[in-house]
């Protein structure tokens, strides 16, 4: 499986950005997608990650109500709309795919497969 994140840039604070992660390779059974991000001298975090099931998204509280994750099977890809950016959301930003269960979909190491990052920068 391979995942190819774009979409990054710079903004201002209050603006907004959507990343998309298109996916492919054997993908069939690998219905668990994430979104994670890591920002300078600071360890890679949560963002937000579905099953691909029933069970929603899930979204770190930092994120909840400005970002949305989508996604659009037919091309097998994922969205993250980000919407009222602060300067603390500068990160890059990796989307992740695996066979995730709902307990464990805001855990790096329930997916095994990974973006190359896409760096979004919001100025103040």
């Known amino acids: 499986v391979q995942l190819q994140a774009s979409g990054g840039g710079v903004v201002q604070a209050g603006g907004s950005l959507r990343l998309s992660c298109a996916a492919s390779?054997?993908?069939?059974?690998?219905?668990?997608r994430g979104w994670f991000r890591q920002a300078p001298g600071k360890e890679r975090e949560f963002v937000a990650g579905?099953?691909?099931?029933?069970?929603?998204?899930l979204y770190a509280d930092s994120v909840k109500g400005r970002f949305t994750m989508s996604r659009e099977n037919a091309k097998n890809t994922v969205y993250l709309q980000m919407n009222s950016l602060q300067p603390e959301d500068t990160a890059v930003y990796y989307c992740?795919?695996?066979?995730?269960?709902?307990?464990?979909?805001?855990?790096?190491?329930?997916?095994?497969?990974w973006g190359q990052g896409t760096l979004v920068t919001v100025s103040s």
């Open positions: 992740a795919a695996g066979r995730t269960i709902m307990s464990t979909r805001h855990r790096a190491s329930a997916y095994g497969y």
């Open positions: 390779g054997h993908t069939g059974d690998i219905y668990g």
């Open positions: 579905s099953t691909g099931r029933s069970s929603g998204v």
